[in-house]
């Protein structure tokens, strides 16, 4: 596991936070396809976007006290394949029961984000798909397998070359490959570029973080892109716009 010392000290915090939380008894859940979503969103004519409910986070510029579901709902009806929502509570002001109110409520694929180091930590909240981030999980392997066990598929965030190898040797079928770089925050679109490449064809491929413009879904895309993993570009934390009109106008960029 990286060492908390070669993470912002805001990433530092949330690992400390998250290594102190508990699971619940074993969840075994049935999950919506991602693969189909992404494949139902492509034959529909739009790019296939996850549209993250994020309250707020370490870069945000301020916080949506938005209803969860009011978000979620207006996401899909933007044309969202997918929704992610955070579960984590001290830095993200996210919560388990918003991810099963979510779920509950839109006929998508929903996604659980958060720092997940353990096995028990998976048996929380029952979502589609859960996040693991290579770069903070000791046994990879052990845990792309025990959420594949529970029905979860696994989503293995990865941040480099060195990284995605491991996230195959693990067994990864879908990859997310996270622009911002978790030592500094800081977000650069060369980092999927650069990954991309060495992603088998049959994994499926998304990228995350640093997706505000329809530019920017058109360089993701041509660089191999599958999907796209929009939060901040979709909320506006700064401000109040329409999270609908927000996804629409990402998912119907190769229309323009």
Request: charged share 30%; net charge negative.
């Amino acid at each position: 596991m990286e060492e908390q010392s070669a993470v912002d000290p805001a990433v530092a915090s949330i690992l400390e936070a998250a290594r102190d939380r508990s699971g619940g008894d074993r969840i075994d859940v049935d999950a919506r396809s991602f693969p189909d979503a992404i494949a139902e969103a492509a034959a529909d004519g739009r790019v296939p976007v996850i549209g993250e409910v994020k309250p707020t986070s370490p870069t945000a510029e301020g916080t949506r006290t938005d209803d969860p579901v009011e978000l979620a709902t207006a996401m899909v009806d933007g044309g969202a394949a997918a929704i992610s929502v955070l579960t984590e509570p001290t830095h993200f002001e996210g919560s388990p029961e918003a991810l099963t109110r979510v779920r509950d409520a839109v006929d998508v694929p929903v996604l659980r984000k958060d720092f997940l180091l353990r096995e028990e930590h998976i048996d929380v909240v029952e979502a589609d798909l859960v996040l693991l981030i290579a770069r903070f999980v000791d046994d990879l392997e052990g845990l792309v397998a025990a959420a594949r066990d529970r029905g979860f598929q696994p989503l293995v965030e990865v941040h480099d070359v060195d990284e995605l190898e491991a996230a195959l040797s693990a067994g990864a079928e879908i990859v997310g490959v996270n622009n911002r770089d978790l030592t500094r925050l800081e977000v650069d679109l060369e980092t999927f570029e650069s990954v991309a490449p060495h992603v088998p064809d049959d994994v499926a491929l998304i990228a995350e973080s640093g997706i505000s413009t329809p530019d920017d879904v058109r360089r993701m895309r041509e660089a191999g892109a599958d999907a796209l993993l929009v939060g901040s570009a979709i909320m506006d934390h700064g401000g109040d716009s329409d999270v609908r009109e927000n996804t629409r106008e990402l998912t119907q960029t190769e229309h323009t």
